[in-house]
């Protein structure tokens, strides 16, 4: 093994004094506890069963909205949303009135973590399994960096890397499949293995999570393949760590049926037109959940009172949470220019739509598994080594998913 | 084996339809999932990961606060508190003027479907390893009902049993130690053994989750025995289902003190005299928690304004959701008449007191664990038969830990 920097650096007013092994860090996209828990009890994951027994295995609350770009925006940025920024996958921009997809590292406004390794000497890798991430978290990091789903275009001035399908050893993945997720995975062994980095971040995508529930053989199948991997990254000497962007909840009637509050619908009629209701889920990968999760965002025209609207949407059935700006900004640490007058969460198994019409349920493959709100806060955290006292005490506290950089770098008692 | 009644029963408007066998809920009282996980990992519930396997495990979502009294009412009635009245261990009576226990059936609005079954032909068993909780869960109940804590004191009057302890085959248990749970759950094997029983609800105590972390060795121990009445209770032939009333979190800061927020000494500081923040954990069991949980209610003289409390509370740090009465009963589902006219909810980490002066926080041993609030909502729901299609629909959307029974008697496709 070359030499690995020992090099301490800083990011958003984090130190991180890293050891001279070889570090990954996790994103199992979309991983609920649920998920571990059968696999671990069918056996079907035995590395990360010794992984949890050795080291540590616990809950970690995550950023809200539970979705995915917020939560990794946080986790390599070591902050909230709040300081970060990017406050959904989706967002009204008030500068252009245009509602857009907030993927680009422009709405990112700290810098990341594995941006300040890099320059500290680490050789840091990043690979993401959906395209939409890779140029966010990259974002001004030198080293690799590129996902799964575009691997066969990559290039040496945009990538880092100009083999990566080589590398890997594996075709290309296509993008609904689990293969996307063990690619990512794989390509961090592969490039742990050719020591060309010491720093790792891999972040998986939810497909299977979104199709599949926790005892599916599909879903066992699919974290023993994982399984699988994290043993590789062990055996290549890495300090291994893992946590998720958010948890997966079904959000189904007890007919199978999509359970959705089309939220836009019903102000409209009580309010008027002109009220939009924005759905921070939207992504671009629409067989995933048809952009219904259970967290969206109200912006009011000028002529109608918040605190009407307020009232109305705090009695509706099925919403659990609703907040002002300014509350929402406290509570939930959101930015306050990226979200709308209103923010709102629903129960564990409801989901917010706009209108029937803006939907496309029938993209949805086997029901309707999904996300956002409080139910899908809480996800685990996993490390390979035992934790210090020190860290200890901190993941009997109140740990976030976002802290995850932290424990790998810093919190290993055996490190 | 002598003859199990399978006549139907109803209790609140639900209709039970019980097999042949003998049926046992457990509630594990305290268990947070992270005890479970522990220990099975770490492979000492052997019996338990066999269960999990052939029938079930997944999150349901217990009743707030997240109290001992309320949800046990809960799983014994299968409503929510709104309905049955139990809204904490402590209340301050509205009659009387009065802070008092709330361990009486007097308190309890509705029947419980222990009285339902064991007037419908069924040989109810209740044991609690508390014995606060005894009277108000055997209420209307023929059959046998005792405590651990007083198994040396039952008469067949008023226990339905003259040889608890002779039974048992066991010493006195002493109430803070793991025997009480244990002892619990081997009068429910002998019990059912002895055929004394064909329909048994025991519920444990959670003195060693508000002790130890579930990583340490009196945790993982405490829950290989569990596991091993566990298999006891399944060798007799049972249907076993297991939750939880509550999870549980450490309420500590990082140097290890009780992170509490001194809410009547905040109020009266910023209102002046007269406010009462009453914390409904409250029970004679000063060693767990030390009456510090994460919910409170706060009672106002008219002279102070509730929309001020409100407004002051709702920015206070560490403080995750308060509600106007009529707010919590609508979100929480709680008895408008038996809560304040604010209902607090804190953080993970966080525990809400009432004065300094008025806790013993040298009552604690070890550091504080505890419970109340929106963190430790979600817990462990166990079955020891694989679910039918109807009810896997039900587990997949919001079930409910009262929803226990229901599932065990209802739920198992292989009854």
Chains 1, 2 share one sequence.
Not at 26 to 36: F, K, M, N, Q, T
Not at 82 to 95: E, V
Not at 261 to 277: C, D, H, R, W
Not at 305 to 320: C, D, H, K, P, Q
Request: proline share 6%; net charge negative; aromatic share 8%.
């Amino acid at each position: 093994m070359s030499s690995i920097s020992t090099q301490p650096f800083t990011c958003n007013g984090r130190h991180y004094t890293p050891p001279a092994r070889p570090i990954v860090v996790i994103c199992l996209d979309g991983s609920a506890d649920e998920y571990l828990d059968c696999a671990l009890a069918r056996g079907r994951m035995p590395r990360t069963q010794v992984l949890i027994c050795h080291g540590y295995r616990g809950k970690v609350r995550g950023a809200l909205p539970s979705f995915t770009n917020v939560n990794n925006a946080s986790i390599v940025t070591g902050v909230p949303p709040s300081i970060h920024g990017i406050s959904g996958n989706y967002f009204l921009d008030p500068d252009s009135g245009e509602e857009v997809m907030m993927n680009s590292a422009k709405f990112l406004r700290v810098g990341t973590l594995l941006a300040e390794a890099s320059h500290s000497g680490r050789r840091v890798g990043m690979v993401t399994a959906k395209d939409k991430l890779r140029e966010m978290l990259s974002h001004g990091m030198q080293g690799i960096g590129f996902s799964a789903e575009k691997a066969d275009t990559v290039t040496l001035e945009t990538h880092g890397i100009a083999d990566a399908l080589t590398l890997v050893g594996k075709p290309l993945p296509k993008i609904y499949s689990p293969e996307a997720s063990l690619f990512t995975l794989q390509a961090g062994v592969a490039l742990l293995r050719a020591e060309r980095c010491d720093l790792l971040y891999l972040s998986l995508t939810d497909y299977m999570q979104h199709s599949y529930s926790p005892e599916d053989p599909e879903a066992l199948l699919f974290y023993a393949n994982i399984d699988t991997e994290i043993g590789n990254l062990l055996d290549a000497g890495a300090i291994v760590a893992a946590t998720a962007d958010h948890g997966m909840n079904a959000k189904q009637r007890h007919d199978g049926s999509p359970n959705v509050l089309y939220l836009e619908t019903l102000l409209t009629e009580e309010f008027g037109a002109g009220i939009k209701v924005i759905l921070p889920i939207t992504d671009p990968y629409v067989k995933h959940h048809g952009a219904l999760g259970s967290f969206a965002v109200v912006h009011l025209p000028l002529s109608v009172a918040v605190e009407r609207v307020y009232s109305f949407i705090n009695t509706l059935e099925g919403i659990t949470e609703v907040y002002r700006r300014e509350e929402a900004v406290r509570r939930l640490e959101l930015p306050s220019d990226r979200i709308g007058e209103l923010v709102v969460l629903s129960g564990r198994d409801v989901v917010i739509g706009r209108t029937e019409a803006y939907h496309d349920i029938s993209a949805l493959e086997g029901g309707l598994r999904s996300h956002g709100g409080r139910y899908e806060e809480m996800v685990p955290l996993l490390l390979s080594e035992p934790l210090t006292p020190t860290y200890y005490r901190k993941a009997q506290a109140d740990p976030r998913n976002f802290d995850i950089f932290d424990f790998a770098i810093n919190g290993g008692a055996s490190c």
